[in-house]
């Protein structure tokens, strides 16, 4: 994957409360140690509830730890009478690095567009944090042959308003709906197929150094068992990892897949 930097991001969805999530936290750190996990090989990060960030930060900070984390989702608002809504301050506020966009839970269940993604990955942008921005295709559209183009078009409309540039530092992660949370995991053909797509596009739209930089996440199903094949392809440079990222060691050893 070039000279970028290898990611896993653990999204913990709608788990574990503060008490909780200081446990998970400390045993991947320790797991990660006692393996001697080089952070310089791959990135770690967690994606904890927003109701858990002021705790991870607590432990992070305290203990010194390289495991990095960031939230779920971010307002595109800035701030203001948006009630229920997190801004990306408060989020940069609280030592959050990296904001998920666009998952495909909150595209399918709360009806995010490819337009309102772009203006919250812009948001999390101009707060000094990462986004990682989700794609990814449903069952219908992979079966009638669609993936390809259906991506595409995601990506380009969920990066929209971003400079070349920016697009430079940004993740994107390809999730296909019907390998997330089902344990059908996207075969490594699949994964790189999708996501040389991407890098392809980022190059035509955006230039050599944005394709080059782009990080590409691959998502859905990922296990220790199967990231080594995935991370082999060379246009996945990590993977954003759900049920798997709930068990220390489990994600402890998909970190460690190099
Ligand atoms: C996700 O929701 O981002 C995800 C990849 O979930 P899982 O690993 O559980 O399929």
């Avoid at 999530?21 to 904890?48: F, N, R, S």
């Avoid at 990682?132 to 990506?155: D, K």
């Avoid at 308003?161 to 390998?179: C, D, K, M, N, R």
Wanted: aromatic share 6%.
């Amino acid at each position: 994957s070039g000279n970028r930097t290898p990611l896993m991001a653990g999204n913990w969805k709608m788990n574990l409360n503060h008490q909780e999530a200081v446990v998970l936290v400390q045993k991947l750190a320790w797991t990660l140690a006692d393996k001697k996990h080089d952070y310089a090989k791959c990135e770690v990060v967690v994606l904890p509830p927003y109701t858990d960030l002021r705790s991870v930060q607590t432990l992070v900070d305290g203990d010194r730890l390289l495991v990095k984390y960031g939230a779920q989702d971010v307002s595109q608002h800035e701030s203001g009478a948006y009630t229920g809504e997190i801004s990306a301050g408060m989020l940069a506020k609280l030592g959050c690095t990296y904001v998920v966009v666009g998952h495909s839970e909150r595209r399918q269940y709360h009806g995010e567009t490819d337009e309102l993604v772009a203006a919250k990955a812009r948001r999390a942008h101009a707060g000094g944090m990462t986004p990682i921005v989700c794609v990814g295709e449903g069952l219908e559209v992979r079966q009638a042959g669609e993936h390809v183009p259906y991506c595409i078009s995601q990506t380009v409309g969920s990066l929209a308003g971003f400079t070349s540039e920016q697009v430079a530092s940004l993740v994107i992660a390809y999730e296909p709906v019907w390998a997330i949370g089902t344990g059908e995991v996207a075969t490594p053909d699949d994964a790189q197929e999708v996501c040389q797509a991407i890098r392809a596009q980022v190059r035509e739209a955006h230039g050599d150094a944005a394709a080059d930089g782009v990080r590409i996440l691959y998502g859905g199903s990922v296990k220790a068992a199967n990231v080594g094949g995935i991370m082999a392809q060379a246009d996945v440079d990590g993977c954003l990892v759900g049920g798997a990222s709930l068990q220390a060691d489990e994600f402890g050893a998909i970190c460690r897949f190099y």
